[in-house]
């Protein structure tokens, strides 16, 4: 295996890993923004504290596994010169908004339940209202049956940001969705670009929240689809799990975004094989047209 750099989209966090005969170890592992979280199964994720960006798993015994979204592409010129993590980057950053708290104890009983891996950051995602019609921004954004639209996205901030090779997002009015006041508090904000923030667990690094400025007129938000599940059903982590349990699926109050359109397949041409995205795009796109 040939030595790996990781670089998260901040370029604050820049991980050398080098290979032995038994696979990656870290090297120089120490970074301002470098933060680990330990998970259930006693590895440590390591993550930026900066930008959320999930960089590599750290298994036992010093063994690093690589999560391939921060994996650098060497022609990028630029990342060379941040190599050993000492350089930092502002040109986007933290900004803390206010944003105004739920109860985090919605009274509707339709509702989907929202959760970060450790479980800092939780939030509920109430059904559109059954007159959404009526409503100027829901009318272009909400599917028949008062269902979200979702999406998977490709593009390189999507997969910098998560550590994944692409991001499944779905589309929520700001309004439904109930984010309880120390939920906030655990939430970090990243600016990842103009009138884009996107919102992490500062704990676990897991990405929850997009929110464009403009885009959506300014309501929507893109709620990772992986923190969704539906009450009672504390199986339901993922799209397509088939559980026996239909009805209770995150997919019934789920419909893939035009027809299940994916988002910058292009951009990940340059990551990923193209015939790899493509691959990954034709079965979104059949998931969609055959559940319709
Ligand atoms: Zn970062
Ligand atoms: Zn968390
Ligand atoms: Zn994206």
Redesign the pocket.
């Known amino acids: 295996m040939p030595p790996l750099h990781l670089l998260?989209?901040?370029?604050?966090?820049s991980l050398n890993l080098v290979t032995d005969d038994n696979g990656y170890t870290l090297d120089h592992p120490a970074y301002t923004?470098l933060t680990t979280y330990c998970d259930a199964g006693g590895a440590e994720l390591l993550f930026?504290g900066?930008?959320?960006?999930r960089l590599a798993r750290h298994e036992g015994g010093g063994r690093v596994s690589p999560l391939i979204g921060c994996i650098d592409i060497p022609k990028d010129a630029a990342s060379a010169a941040v190599l050993g993590g000492t350089t930092i980057r502002w040109e986007h950053g933290m900004k803390p908004e206010p944003l105004s708290a739920g109860e985090g104890d919605d009274p509707q009983e339709e509702a989907l339940k929202g959760r970060c891996l450790c479980g800092a950051v939780t939030f509920s995602v109430l059904r559109p209202p059954e007159n959404y019609k009526d409503d100027a921004v829901l009318k272009d954004w909400i599917k028949p049956g008062r269902k979200f639209a979702t999406t998977l996205c490709f593009c390189r901030t999507c997969r910098t940001t998560t550590g994944a090779p692409y991001w499944n997002w779905t589309f929520v009015p700001r309004s439904l969705i109930d984010i309880p006041a120390a939920s906030l508090e655990a939430l970090r904000t990243y600016e990842s670009s103009a009138k884009v923030e996107r919102l992490f667990c500062g704990k676990c690094g897991e990405m929850c929240f997009y929110k464009h400025s403009v885009a959506g007129g300014g309501v929507m938000w893109d709620v990772a689809k992986d923190t969704l599940r539906v009450e009672g059903n504390e199986k339901e982590w993922f799209v397509g799990v088939d559980d026996g349990v239909e009805e209770t699926r995150v997919d019934k109050y789920i419909e893939g975004w035009q027809e299940g359109k994916c988002s910058f397949e292009e951009e990940g041409w340059a990551f990923l094989e193209k015939a790899t995205v493509e691959h990954v795009a034709q079965g979104w796109r059949e998931k969609w047209s055959s559940d319709n």
Do not use: D, T
């Open positions: 998260c989209h901040c370029r604050n966090v923004f930026c900066y930008c959320g960006a």
